[in-house]
T-cell receptor, first 114, second 116 residues
Framework: QQQVKQSPQSLIVQKGGISIINCAYE??????FPWYQQFPGKGPALLIA?????SEKKEGRFTISFNKSAKQFSLHIMDSQPGDSATYFC?????????????FGTGTRLQVTL | DAGVIQSPRHEVTEMGQEVTLRCKPI?????LFWYRQTMMRGLELLIY????????DSGMPEDRFSAKMPNASFSTLKIQPSEPRDSAVYFC??????????????FGAGSRLTVL
């Protein structure tokens, strides 16, 4: 069962443009929503995260928008740069009481062209 | 901090052979996770440990897969016997999360396994 659905699968954006990646979840027990960035040959690295009691979080050029009622959240990359070219994963965390379990989306491969 | 350390980085083996992947979590992190990444299925959680105890192994695909965490600084993922469909990148990740904090996973660089 795919609990976190991510789209699009791939995205090509021109330098300076806005990249938008969308995710939707089903389980209302999720309590934390991080985004990870992965470069080729590397492990995913935490980029930005949001709690469901906040509708938006901004860190530099990266913004998460969160819609709790719709169970959707999205990543916006403003002024996209070639160095942003990577695979982006949304995730949702469920607190099990003994550890936090992350469920990942399927990933979006972003290419920023000159 | 050296981060999460995985070895080997690359492993090529033949079908039927035993494969052992190793992970050293970040010191002080008490939860450790093993993920598998493939093009078809993305990032899949295989198993996770809390304080060296396996908590949830429901993601382990078959009995051919086993994982251990003998102490707080070392974990292994073993595949015996290996099959071509096990070819993937295996990631280890750790977190100091004790079940309610905002800390999220820190991943290692991964072990790329190719089974011929």
């Amino acid at each position: 069962q795919q609990q976190v659905k991510q789209s699009p699968q791939s995205l090509i954006v021109q330098k300076g443009g806005i990249s938008i990646i969308n995710c939707a979840y089903e389980n209302t027990a999720f309590d934390y929503f991080p985004w990870y960035q992965q470069f080729p040959g590397k492990g995913p690295a935490l980029l930005i995260a949001i709690r469901p009691d906040v509708s938006e979080k901004k860190e530099g050029r990266f913004t998460i928008s969160f819609n709790k009622s719709a169970k959707q959240f999205s990543l916006h990359i403003m002024d996209s740069q070639p160095g942003d070219s990577a695979t982006y994963f949304c995730a949702a965390r469920r607190n099990t009481g003994t550890a936090s379990k992350l469920t990942f989306g399927t990933g979006t491969r972003l290419q920023v062209t000159l | 901090d050296a981060g999460v350390i995985q070895s080997p980085r690359h492993e090529v083996t033949e079908m039927g052979q035993e494969v052992t992947l190793r992970c050293k979590p970040i010191s002080g992190h008490n939860s450790l996770f093993w993920y598998r990444q493939t093009m078809m299925r993305g990032l899949e959680l295989l198993i996770y440990f809390n304080n060296n105890v396996p908590i949830d192994d429901s993601g382990m695909p078959e009995d051919r897969f086993s994982a251990k965490m003998p102490n707080a600084s070392f974990s292994t993922l073993k595949i015996q016997p290996s099959e071509p469909r096990d070819s993937a990148v295996y990631f280890c990740a750790s977190t100091p999360d004790r079940g309610g904090g905002a800390n999220v996973l820190t991943f290692g660089a991964g072990s790329r396994l190719t089974v011929l």
